[in-house]
């Protein structure tokens, strides 16, 4: 059974930091690019960050030098560092994992950056 759960999100001041965690079961997760998405409140689901099978990194151009997106193969897990945070950074954050037709969602966590 495949499993993909998001933990890490909360409040937080804006420039301040949080780390995100995906953890995944059920699937090769090593076969998998990961990738983050949010979604704020109003907007569509965006792509964050994404790291391939073999560690080739994209970012969103509105988080680049910010976020940073790795990955633990022995531990089946993608990590998503936020720092500088900023209000527009407010969404609910999810996981994906993906390998040619294979796809795969966590349900999120929420992400909240406020004064």
């Known amino acids: 059974q495949v499993q993909i759960v998001e933990s890490g999100g909360g409040a937080v001041q804006p420039g301040g930091s949080l780390r995100l965690s995906c953890a995944a079961s059920?699937?090769?997760?090593?076969?998998?690019?990961m990738s983050w998405y949010r979604q704020a409140p109003g907007k569509e689901r965006e792509l964050v960050a994404r790291?391939?099978?073999?560690?080739?990194?994209i970012y969103a151009d509105s988080v680049k030098g910010r976020f940073t997106i790795s990955r633990d193969n022995a531990k089946n897990t993608v990590y998503l560092q936020m720092n500088s945070l900023k209000p527009e950074d407010t969404a609910v954050y999810y996981c994906?994992?993906?390998?040619?037709?294979?796809?795969?969602w966590g349900k999120g966590t929420l992400v909240t950056v406020s004064s």
């Open positions: 994906r994992g993906n390998m040619d037709y294979m796809d795969y």
């Open positions: 059920g699937f090769t997760f090593s076969s998998y690019a």
């Open positions: 790291i391939s099978r073999t560690s080739v990194t």
